[in-house]
């Protein structure tokens, strides 16, 4: 049995069974302790006031390390101590919250913020409460990312919004789990379920997933489960919703004047999390006025409790956005000090104090709060009860340490940057193409220039990585003498690129629409790039318009791929983009053109105008595929069947116990998600009964367990087949609408046509031991037999025999990962192959 220390400060340590909270703190001046049904309860019935507040109050602390006394001034000014320990300590810090101003070391460190993860956690378990503190962190992705590089970083949520993608979305969100959870941090205030309606939102925009309720509740889903699956904490914000404000809270106080059923789009991201299993909620600093026309959210019980508990059904945590934004200060004919603020946040229902202006103002309001009865110590216990349960159930007080030592394995490895890299490329968005205009030809002479003191000479560079001749020429927002020189040294190009982004101030947008004018009075074809909100194409009708959805390097990168013609765009709207008089919509939410079909909608691509995905064909000629797009993660493990028994196969990917079935050979997110077997298990796609579906059946050695429905639960049947080392491969041998086994041992092959044990129906000698195997109907007679692969290269045999190939055919190359279908539903199977980087 192990025992663990807690609250040392106060008094004695009481070992607990079950391994759980694991000791009970008995202060020298507490209250009795009432009756309690375990742990956590006898641990905060002893707690003092302060002890209470303490684990409410989550904070920022300046410097670089436990002990770091470089930045005493601040501590001081704020907390009246010099280090972070000492902060820690006297308050009993809850929680810290890390930023790069307060925390300089974590922007391109972490293994330094590992160790200071570290340190924290034992101040506070030998000095401070004795309980591990939720280390915590603003890590969205895009344009709100505390860590930069080498931390793995991502194009941002609008960016994701635009694949429509609920794979890359959880892909995203366990990506930031593994990363956060290596260096320390148990909470990501992540991710924005904010779905933003209004274009001129000022604090929301691309930290958004988009307009769509539905697509902002299923990726904001995915991305809570990416990351809680990797045991770091998710928080959606921003509760009630923060996407249809033209102010922003940091400086000012939104007020939302929409109705209920309006209300009602903007909540169904939060009740999915909620539904999901979210483990915290954060607050909005935002008055909606059909729940509580006095109040912001953060300050409201009509808004915390009545809805978000009592109508929701919110179980979790609720933690306040922070509370240094001017927003609560702005009240109408309220005005509030940092002490009343604070009251007022647990009165309304959050269990959490996030960054109190005056921490030592905040203890004294609440304690007199209690003193006065406006708070029961029954709340305070509440909301600490609900910390401390989050903080055993996660695993957060088992073991708040991480291993150093392993950080640069994890953080930035070669499979997050995929990732990243592949939401980058799926979400750039191709709006505009007069006259083909986009891909520009290999040497085309490329004049580079607009907002972005990095990133213009980043794409400068990616563009020249992918062939181009660049001239680079940062103008973020030029005067007109710098118009003039910009518009001469434009001269002799083949295009221009010119990257906007819609900025603070009236000055400042007309400046850049004042340059994009000029730009195209040149008669250079001009390729504007809105670097965050998509909105700006409003302003101009260039040549071509092209939406990245920020301008982080995977992003720019994409960009160039995609003007250079090395990868098809296939992004889509997430939001609607309004006329430029705001009277009507310029591009409809979902609008995305593609090379090929300049079309709405991204059509098929051949393999050399597409990197990375799956590439299939549908007959036995070679040349290009058929069908070309991404499905899920490159990492996945990738399955073949007839899922709806429409005739047509289309692609399933696995991850671990969990299946993520698709119908179409499109791409976009799947259409169910089921577990079966065990992660470890070998699964095998076959029609085990006839029915014209396919369904799975999960191998171990030779035993196998056959399902037919794609559902989880037991299966159907369980068969022994074979050795437990022989290759299997899964047919219809017969004819008859049922798959079965056969089994390979080097050239030898054995057939069974029934789901049953005991010898083969059918042996023989086909290709060489050494070649990759394949299954299918390759002439349509209702019979699969084989083809083996050398390289590139497919020998096709029509009958369950030996002898020579009928058919040999070169498709794809020879890396490639190949799968077998019917892809058009003809009756004939053909190749698929998938590319990854």
């Given at each position: 049995?192990?025992?663990?220390?807690?609250?040392?400060?106060?008094?004695?340590?009481?070992?607990?069974?079950?391994?759980?909270?694991?000791?009970?703190?008995?202060?020298?001046?507490?209250?009795?302790?009432?009756?309690?049904?375990?742990?956590?309860?006898?641990?905060?019935?002893?707690?003092?006031?302060?002890?209470?507040?303490?684990?409410?109050?989550?904070?920022?602390?300046?410097?670089?390390?436990?002990?770091?006394?470089?930045?005493?001034?601040?501590?001081?000014?704020?907390?009246?101590?010099?280090?972070?320990?000492?902060?820690?300590?006297?308050?009993?810090?809850?929680?810290?919250?890390?930023?790069?101003?307060?925390?300089?070391?974590?922007?391109?460190?972490?293994?330094?913020?590992?160790?200071?993860?570290?340190?924290?956690?034992?101040?506070?378990?030998?000095?401070?409460?004795?309980?591990?503190?939720?280390?915590?962190?603003?890590?969205?992705?895009?344009?709100?990312?505390?860590?930069?590089?080498?931390?793995?970083?991502?194009?941002?949520?609008?960016?994701?919004?635009?694949?429509?993608?609920?794979?890359?979305?959880?892909?995203?969100?366990?990506?930031?789990?593994?990363?956060?959870?290596?260096?320390?941090?148990?909470?990501?205030?992540?991710?924005?379920?904010?779905?933003?309606?209004?274009?001129?939102?000022?604090?929301?925009?691309?930290?958004?997933?988009?307009?769509?309720?539905?697509?902002?509740?299923?990726?904001?889903?995915?991305?809570?489960?990416?990351?809680?699956?990797?045991?770091?904490?998710?928080?959606?914000?921003?509760?009630?919703?923060h996407g249809d404000t033209a102010t922003d809270s940091h400086t000012g106080l939104p007020i939302i004047s929409y109705d209920r059923d309006t209300l009602e789009q903007h909540l169904l991201p939060f009740r999915e999390s909620i539904d999901a299993g979210v483990?915290?909620?954060?607050?909005?600093?935002?008055?909606?006025?059909?729940?509580?026309?006095?109040?912001?959210?953060?300050?409201?019980?009509?808004?915390?409790?009545?809805?978000?508990?009592?109508?929701?059904?919110?179980?979790?945590?609720?933690?306040?956005?922070?509370?240094?934004?001017?927003?609560?200060?702005?009240?109408?004919?309220?005005?509030?000090?940092?002490?009343?603020?604070?009251?007022?946040?647990?009165?309304?229902?959050?269990?959490?104090?996030?960054?109190?202006?005056?921490?030592?103002?905040?203890?004294?309001?609440?304690?007199?709060?209690?003193?006065?009865?406006?708070?029961?110590?029954?709340?305070?216990?509440?909301?600490?009860?609900?910390?401390?349960?989050?903080?055993?159930?996660?695993?957060?007080?088992?073991?708040?340490?991480?291993?150093?030592?392993?950080?640069?394995?994890?953080?930035?490895?070669?499979?997050?940057?995929?990732?990243?890299?592949?939401?980058?490329?799926?979400?750039?968005?191709?709006?505009?193409?007069?006259?083909?205009?986009?891909?520009?030809?290999?040497?085309?002479?490329?004049?580079?220039?607009?907002?972005?003191?990095?990133?213009?000479?980043?794409?400068?560079?990616?563009?020249?990585?992918?062939?181009?001749?660049?001239?680079?020429?940062?103008?973020?927002?030029?005067?007109?003498?710098?118009?003039?020189?910009?518009?001469?040294?434009?001269?002799?190009?083949?295009?221009?690129?010119?990257?906007?982004?819609?900025?603070?101030?009236?000055?400042?947008?007309?400046?850049?629409?004042?340059?994009?004018?000029?730009?195209?009075?040149?008669?250079?074809?001009?390729?504007?790039?809105?670097?965050?909100?998509?909105?700006?194409?409003?302003?101009?009708?260039?040549?071509?318009?092209?939406?990245?959805?920020?301008?982080?390097?995977?992003?720019?990168?994409?960009?160039?791929?995609?003007?250079?013609?090395?990868?098809?765009?296939?992004?889509?709207?997430?939001?609607?983009?309004?006329?430029?008089?705001?009277?009507?919509?310029?591009?409809?939410?979902?609008?995305?053109?593609?090379?090929?079909?300049?079309?709405?909608?991204?059509?098929?691509?051949?393999?050399?105008?597409?990197?990375?995905?799956?590439?299939?064909?549908?007959?036995?000629?070679?040349?290009?595929?058929?069908?070309?797009?991404?499905?899920?993660?490159?990492?996945?493990?990738?399955?073949?069947?007839?899922?709806?028994?429409?005739?047509?196969?289309?692609?399933?990917?696995?991850?671990?116990?969990?299946?993520?079935?698709?119908?179409?050979?499109?791409?976009?997110?799947?259409?169910?998600?089921?577990?079966?077997?065990?992660?470890?298990?070998?699964?095998?796609?076959?029609?085990?009964?006839?029915?014209?579906?396919?369904?799975?059946?999960?191998?171990?050695?030779?035993?196998?367990?056959?399902?037919?429905?794609?559902?989880?639960?037991?299966?159907?049947?369980?068969?022994?087949?074979?050795?437990?080392?022989?290759?299997?491969?899964?047919?219809?041998?017969?004819?008859?609408?049922?798959?079965?086994?056969?089994?390979?041992?080097?050239?030898?092959?054995?057939?069974?046509?029934?789901?049953?044990?005991?010898?083969?129906?059918?042996?023989?000698?086909?290709?060489?031991?050494?070649?990759?195997?394949?299954?299918?109907?390759?002439?349509?007679?209702?019979?699969?037999?084989?083809?083996?692969?050398?390289?590139?290269?497919?020998?096709?045999?029509?009958?369950?025999?030996?002898?020579?190939?009928?058919?040999?055919?070169?498709?794809?190359?020879?890396?490639?990962?190949?799968?077998?279908?019917?892809?058009?539903?003809?009756g004939t199977d053909s190749l698929g192959v998938r590319r990854t980087p």
């Amino acid at each position: 049995m192990s025992t663990k220390h807690v609250g040392a400060k106060a008094g004695a340590a009481t070992t607990l069974a079950a391994g759980l909270l694991l000791a009970a703190t008995v202060p020298a001046a507490g209250t009795s302790a009432p009756d309690s049904t375990g742990p956590i309860d006898q641990i905060v019935s002893n707690m003092t006031i302060d002890e209470l507040i303490g684990q409410m109050t989550w904070t920022f602390v300046y410097g670089n390390s436990a002990t770091d006394d470089s930045m005493a001034t601040e501590n001081q000014a704020r907390y009246g101590v010099d280090t972070p320990a000492e902060v820690v300590e006297k308050f009993d810090l809850g929680g810290v919250l890390y930023f790069a101003w307060s925390n300089p070391g974590i922007v391109d460190d972490p293994v330094l913020t590992a160790e200071l993860s570290n340190g924290l956690q034992r101040v506070s378990e030998d000095d401070g409460s004795g309980i591990p503190l939720a280390v915590t962190i603003d890590q969205e992705g895009g344009i709100v990312a505390r860590m930069g590089a080498p931390v793995t970083v991502l194009p941002g949520n609008m960016a994701l919004g635009a694949t429509w993608d609920a794979d890359l979305a959880y892909a995203q969100g366990a990506v930031l789990g593994a990363e956060m959870a290596a260096v320390g941090v148990n909470v990501d205030f992540a991710p924005v379920v904010d779905v933003n309606t209004n274009p001129a939102n000022p604090v929301i925009g691309v930290r958004s997933m988009g307009e769509d309720p539905e697509n902002v509740a299923a990726l904001g889903v995915a991305q809570v489960m990416g990351m809680q699956d990797q045991g770091v904490a998710a928080a959606a914000k921003h509760f009630p919703g923060h996407g249809d404000t033209a102010t922003d809270s940091h400086t000012g106080l939104p007020i939302i004047s929409y109705d209920r059923d309006t209300l009602e789009q903007h909540l169904l991201p939060f009740r999915e999390s909620i539904d999901a299993g979210v483990d915290m909620i954060m607050t909005a600093h935002v008055i909606v006025e059909a729940i509580d026309p006095d109040m912001p959210g953060t300050l409201s019980p009509a808004v915390l409790t009545d809805l978000l508990r009592d109508d929701l059904g919110f179980e979790g945590l609720v933690t306040t956005d922070a509370l240094d934004m001017a927003a609560l200060k702005q009240l109408p004919g309220n005005p509030l000090d940092d002490g009343d603020i604070a009251v007022l946040a647990i009165q309304a229902g959050s269990d959490i104090l996030l960054m109190s202006p005056d921490v030592p103002a905040t203890f004294e309001a609440v304690n007199a709060a209690v003193e006065s009865g406006e708070i029961t110590r029954e709340r305070l216990e509440e909301s600490v009860t609900r910390i401390l349960e989050w903080k055993e159930e996660s695993g957060v007080w088992a073991d708040p340490y991480v291993d150093v030592e392993a950080v640069e394995s994890i953080v930035g490895n070669a499979e997050h940057a995929a990732t990243a890299q592949e939401i980058a490329e799926r979400s750039v968005t191709l709006l505009r193409n007069e006259d083909d205009t986009l891909p520009l030809d290999a040497g085309s002479k490329v004049f580079v220039t607009g907002w972005g003191a990095t990133g213009v000479p980043n794409l400068a560079a990616a563009l020249t990585a992918h062939g181009a001749q660049t001239t680079a020429h940062l103008a973020a927002f030029p005067n007109q003498e710098q118009i003039d020189a910009a518009v001469a040294a434009a001269e002799g190009h083949d295009a221009v690129v010119v990257m906007t982004m819609t900025p603070t101030g009236a000055a400042n947008v007309t400046s850049q629409q004042n340059y994009l004018d000029a730009l195209i009075e040149t008669g250079i074809p001009v390729v504007q790039v809105p670097v965050r909100n998509p909105y700006d194409v409003a302003w101009a009708e260039p040549a071509a318009q092209v939406a990245t959805y920020g301008y982080q390097l995977p992003s720019l990168q994409a960009l160039a791929a995609v003007v250079m013609g090395d990868v098809a765009p296939t992004g889509a709207l997430p939001v609607n983009v309004p006329t430029a008089d705001g009277e009507g919509t310029l591009f409809e939410m979902g609008f995305g053109m593609t090379y090929e079909d300049d079309g709405e909608q991204p059509g098929p691509q051949p393999p050399t105008q597409q990197q990375y995905g799956f590439f299939l064909t549908n007959g036995w000629t070679g040349g290009a595929a058929d069908h070309a797009f991404p499905y899920g993660r490159f990492t996945d493990e990738v399955l073949i069947g007839d899922w709806d028994g429409d005739g047509r196969d289309s692609i399933t990917v696995r991850r671990g116990a969990e299946f993520h079935v698709n119908n179409r050979t499109t791409g976009g997110p799947a259409e169910s998600t089921f577990v079966y077997g065990r992660p470890g298990d070998v699964v095998l796609v076959g029609d085990w009964d006839g029915d014209g579906t396919d369904t799975l059946a999960v191998r171990r050695g030779a035993e196998y367990h056959v399902k037919n429905s794609l559902v989880g639960g037991p299966a159907d049947q369980v068969v022994v087949y074979g050795r437990a080392g022989d290759e299997v491969l899964v047919g219809d041998w017969d004819g008859n609408g049922k798959d079965t086994f056969a089994v390979r041992r080097g050239a030898e092959i054995h057939v069974t046509n029934t789901l049953r044990a005991g010898a083969a129906d059918e042996g023989f000698v086909y290709g060489r031991a050494g070649d990759q195997m394949l299954a299918g109907d390759w002439n349509g007679d209702g019979e699969d037999t084989f083809a083996v692969r050398r390289g590139h290269v497919y020998h096709v045999s029509n009958w369950l025999r030996g002898g020579p190939a009928e058919k040999v055919v070169a498709y794809g190359r020879p890396g490639d990962e190949v799968f077998v279908g019917d892809w058009d539903g003809d009756g004939t199977d053909s190749l698929g192959v998938r590319r990854t980087p």
